[in-house]
């Protein structure tokens, strides 16, 4: 198995996922850990949200659209 690494990415997700905000998408370095996905947003600390609660990631994307 490689080496983990972390990925420029947009997360989106469903409302209310993303704790202490009502944001429906994140974006910043995300990275893969079992059933969470982790973000490094540019502004804040890292977050970590259910797998469960994530609709999709769209890798090497810097802003949400």
């Known amino acids: 198995m490689g080496k983990k690494k972390w ?7 469903l409302p209310g996922a993303v704790p202490g905000t009502a944001a429906v998408h994140v974006s910043g370095q995300v990275r893969l850990s079992g059933r969470w996905v982790r973000i490094r947003p540019a502004e804040g600390d890292e977050t970590w949200i259910s797998a469960a609660a994530v609709q999709r990631i769209v890798w090497n994307a810097a802003t949400p659209d």
């Open 7 to 13: 990925a420029a990415a947009v997360v989106h997700c």
